[in-house]
């Protein structure tokens, strides 16, 4: 589920794994995901707090990119890493190459294995950079960080590095990757054509969704937006 408070992802995940301990669902986990500014937030404390307190199989995922918008890993914390700060909640953590598909998946399959087999909450923190701007709303990266710091990342791009590794080892190749490419260009396209023959959403119907029983306030929204819309 997408949450846009950041941080508050962590408290959501406890109570989901919360849920699954409580069903005995086998085979489940929890997982979630923030960047570096989501941990210095207050509600990610509380989230690992209570899964590590009730041993729920949370598995929390800091996206380490370096920067919270604009402000760099350094200002946002005193602590040394930022896995570390699950081991003050009781949760095992580790830091992995973000960068480094292969490492992540064998570090994600190895939290998993030990949370399904009833061993409580896991941190993992990905070492990352973030490419682009955090949004397109205004942020540009040229203001707070240089090429020269910017270009070793880009030389340790994931998808290059998984690229050679397939190659070398006779798994992939130039051709596949064309008609890979061109298979999703058109699947994209498909995609942009039936995005675009779903009809406009109507304000009030967004409103209408927003809760079961509209607040006072809320039906008179409605009755406003209704009132417009049916000119
Ligand atoms: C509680 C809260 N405070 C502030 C914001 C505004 N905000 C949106 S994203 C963001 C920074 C998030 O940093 P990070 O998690 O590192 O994401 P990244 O910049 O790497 O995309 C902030 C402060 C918010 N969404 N929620």
């Known amino acids: 589920m997408p949450q846009i408070i950041i941080g508050a992802a962590y408290n959501e995940a406890a109570g989901v794994a919360m849920g699954i301990k409580k069903n005995k669902e086998e085979d489940a986990i929890a997982f979630t995901y923030t960047g570096d500014g989501g941990t210095s937030q207050g509600d990610s404390y509380e989230g690992m707090n209570f899964a590590g307190a009730f ?3 949370a598995l929390f995922i800091v996206q380490n990119n370096g920067f919270a918008i604009s402000t760099p890993r350094k200002k ?16 095992p953590s580790v830091q992995v190459d973000g960068m480094d598909i292969l490492a992540c998946y064998k570090v994600a399959k190895a939290a998993r294995d030990y949370m399904v087999a ?11 950079y973030r490419y682009g701007a955090h949004s397109s709303a205004g942020d540009d990266p040229k203001r707070y960080r240089t090429k020269e710091e910017t270009q070793p990342w880009f030389d ?12 070398d080892k006779g798994l992939w190749s130039e051709e596949q990757e064309d008609k890979l490419i061109d298979e999703y260009k058109a699947s994209f396209k498909e ?10 959403d109507k304000v009030s119907d967004m409103l209408k969704r927003t809760f079961e029983i509209p607040t006072p306030e809320m039906k008179k929204e409605i009755d406003k937006f209704e009132a417009k819309e049916s000119k």
Do not use: H, S, Y
């Not at 340790?156 to 190659?167: A, S």
């Open 191 to 200: 995609a942009i054509k039936e995005a675009d023959a779903v009809p406009a």
């Open 55 to 57: 041993q729920v199989p």
């Open 118 to 128: 009833g061993n409580g909450p896991v941190m993992i923190e990905t070492l990352t």
């Open 76 to 91: 946002q914390t005193a602590a040394p890493t930022l896995a570390q700060k699950a081991v003050a909640a009781g949760i």
């Open 156 to 167: 340790k791009d994931p998808l290059i590095r998984l690229r050679k590794i397939l190659e």
